[in-house]
């Protein structure tokens, strides 16, 4: 018999939170460590579910105690750099006047913006515009690469 670890995946996990706005803006942040934004959120540590990273992402990156609504999308997405990724994308509810309370990690992210479907490719890798685009268009969905797996 084969050794498991050598059979089975072990991919890294992520999960990150998707905040609305009332005309259908995303909250993107700009990490302070690379040149394109993202959705706040990160990696799963051992032991913990995605429910709850997602949710101590959220408190450690925008200072808010918020928490995963409903899972919108899971997303294979595995890369050269990194091997394979399970990255789970959740539904965290809308902020309203929770805005004025986001306190950015300074050693993470440097601003915040909110950003229209239609301009993420200014903002994002493609492969992000396309997961966004497709979990905004309701969820729960299984992606593949960002993208539903009619478009794969």
């Known amino acids: ?3 498991p670890s050598e059979i089975f995946a072990t991919p890294r996990v992520a ?4 905040f609305l ?12 460590y690379k040149d394109t ?11 913990e579910s995605p429910a709850a990273a997602c949710r101590r992402e959220v408190a450690e990156e925008l ?3 918020r928490d995963p609504v409903a899972l919108l999308s ?12 399970l990255l789970f994308v959740f539904d965290c509810g809308r902020l309203g006047d929770d805005t ?14 909110w950003v229209d479907l239609g301009d993420l490719d200014s903002y994002v890798i493609p492969r992000l515009a396309r997961r966004l685009r497709s979990t905004a268009e309701g969820g729960p969905r299984y992606l593949e690469h960002g993208g539903a797996l009619s478009s794969t």
Do not use: Q
């Open 74 to 85: 899971v997303d294979w997405a595995p890369s050269d750099k990194e091997g394979d990724k």
């Open 37 to 47: 934004w993202d959705i706040p959120g990160g990696y799963v540590e051992r032991g």
């Open 21 to 32: 706005d009332d005309t259908g803006r995303i909250l993107l942040v700009h990490p302070t």
């Open 1 to 3: 018999m084969s050794d």
């Open 63 to 65: 200072g808010l105690d």
């Open 100 to 113: 004025e309370r986001i306190r950015l990690a300074e050693d993470e992210l440097d601003r915040w913006e």
């Open 15 to 18: 999960a990150d939170a998707l």
